[in-house]
Nanobody, 114 residues
């Protein structure tokens, strides 16, 4: 049974920085994709950023240049460094793991407000 444990959600002021982390409960051998999606109130869940086990990244246009995704294959753990946060980044952030089947974390709230 795969579990994803997220941490790092908090309330911030605009232009602040935050790092989210997500660890999987199992060791993974082979190629996988891991990352973050987010869902704001009244909106659909959307891609934020993903990274493969061999380091290929994919970012939403809205976060390019502000967010950086990285991973530690040994655990495995994925990190999302978020800089220059804006109120429109407010959402529940969900960790995502694709092993063929997809797995989701429980979500962590990030609120950016003055």
């Amino acid at each position: 049974h795969v579990q994803l444990v997220e941490s790092g959600g908090v309330l911030l002021q605009p232009w602040g920085s935050l790092r989210l982390s997500c660890s999987a409960s199992i060791r993974i051998f082979g190629i996988y994709r891991m990352g973050w999606y987010r869902q704001a109130p009244g909106k659909q869940r959307e891609l934020v950023a993903t990274i493969t086990s061999d380091g290929n990244t994919n970012y939403a246009d809205s976060v390019k240049g502000r967010f950086t995704i990285s991973r530690d294959n040994a655990k495995p753990t994925v990190y999302l460094q978020m800089n220059s946060l804006k109120p429109e980044d407010t959402a529940v952030y969900y960790c995502y793991l694709n092993l063929g089947p997809a797995y989701w974390g429980q979500g962590t709230q990030v609120t950016v407000s003055a």
